[in-house]
C-alpha cells in the first residue's frame, strides 16, 4: 500500500508531469515533422510552400497531443484550449500583437532606420502566416501550457510567470545573432505571454498575442524574426540604423523600444487579472 501511493505521488508530481508532458509533446512535434517532410519530399512543391502544408499538419496535431495527454493524465476537461470566447481570444490577442510591434517598427521608422523599397503582393503573407502561428502554438503548448501551468498549480502565478518567462528568454538564447538586450525583451515578452494566459486561462489567446507578433513583425514589416532568416513579406524594406533601435541581425525584438512595449503589455495584463482574482497563490500561503 505504501509503494502504491508512492508511486501515485511520484506520478502526480508536478516534476514528473512536466518531463512527461514535454517528452511527450516534443516526440508528437519530431515525428510529425519528419513524417511531413518525408511525405512532402515527394511532391512537386517548392521548399516555401512544403513548409507552409508541414505546419497545416503539425499544428492540429501538437494540439491534440495536448489535450489527450493532460485529459488522460489529470482526468480532467482541458478548459485551456476550449472553444468557448475563441474569437475573442484570437481577435484580442491578434490586435495586441500587431498592436505592440506596429509601434516598435514606428519607433525605428521616426528613427529614420526603416525604409520601404516596395510592396509584394498579397499572396506572399500566406506562407509567413502559416508559419508563424505554427511557431505560436509550439512555443506556447511548451512554454505556457506545460512549463507555467504545471509549476503554477504549487508555486502560484508570479513565480512560476518568472520561472516560465526567464526559460523562454534562455530557450532563444541559441538563435542567432542573440544579443543582451534581445534576451531581455524575449524574457519580457515571456512575462507578457504568461499574463496573457493569467487574464484568459486559455492558451488561444497568448497563442494569437505570440503569432500576431511575430507575423506583423516578419509577414507584414519585412524585418527579421529572433536572429532567423528574412521570410516573404507584404513590405520589403530597409531596415539600417543603430542597433539599439532597429535590433541589428536579431530583428525589432532585440531593440530597446521592444522591451518598454512588452514591459507595459505584461504589466496591464496582470492588472487586469489581479483586480479580477486571477492569480493563484502558492501552496503554502493557501
Not at 506572399?124 to 507555467?148: D, N, Y
Not at 538586450?181 to 507578457?192: E, V
Amino acid at each position: 500500500m505504501e509503494t502504491l501511493t508512492l508511486k501515485q505521488k511520484t506520478f502526480n508530481s508536478p516534476i514528473t508531469k512536466i518531463i512527461l508532458a514535454l517528452l511527450t509533446f516534443m516526440a508528437v512535434v519530431i515525428i510529425s515533422q519528419q513524417i511531413a517532410v518525408k511525405l512532402l519530399a515527394l511532391t512537386p512543391f517548392e521548399k516555401d510552400y512544403r513548409n507552409l502544408l508541414k505546419g497545416l499538419f503539425v499544428s492540429p496535431l501538437c494540439i491534440f497531443s495536448y489535450i489527450l495527454f493532460f485529459k488522460k493524465y489529470d482526468k480532467r476537461a482541458i478548459t485551456e484550449f476550449s472553444a468557448k470566447g475563441l474569437a475573442k481570444n484570437l481577435i484580442i490577442g491578434t490586435l495586441i500583437g500587431f498592436t505592440l510591434q506596429s509601434l516598435t517598427i514606428l519607433v525605428i521608422y521616426l528613427n529614420g532606420s526603416y525604409r520601404v523599397l516596395n510592396i509584394n503582393p498579397i499572396s506572399f503573407i500566406l506562407i509567413p502566416f502559416t508559419i508563424m502561428f505554427t511557431v505560436a502554438i509550439i512555443e506556447e503548448i511548451l512554454v505556457r501550457g506545460i512549463i507555467f501551468r504545471i509549476v503554477e498549480e504549487k508555486l502560484g502565478t508570479y513565480i512560476s510567470l518568472t520561472i516560465s518567462s526567464v526559460l523562454f528568454g534562455v530557450f532563444h538564447l541559441a538563435n542567432p545573432n542573440s544579443t543582451l538586450i534581445s534576451s531581455i525583451c524575449i524574457t519580457m515578452a515571456g512575462f507578457m505571454l504568461g499574463a496573457a494566459f493569467i487574464y484568459s486561462r486559455n492558451l488561444w489567446f497568448p497563442i494569437a498575442l505570440h503569432f500576431a507578433w511575430n507575423f506583423t513583425q516578419s509577414g507584414i514589416f519585412g524585418a527579421i524574426t529572433s536572429g532567423n532568416e528574412k521570410t516573404n513579406s507584404l513590405l520589403n524594406a530597409k531596415i539600417q540604423g543603430p542597433e539599439f533601435i532597429t535590433g541589428g541581425e536579431f530583428g525589432p525584438e532585440g531593440s530597446i523600444q521592444a522591451i518598454l512595449f512588452c514591459t507595459v503589455g505584461a504589466i496591464v495584463l496582470l492588472a487586469l487579472s489581479r483586480k479580477q482574482n486571477k492569480i493563484i497563490k502558492p501552496y503554502w500561503k493557501k
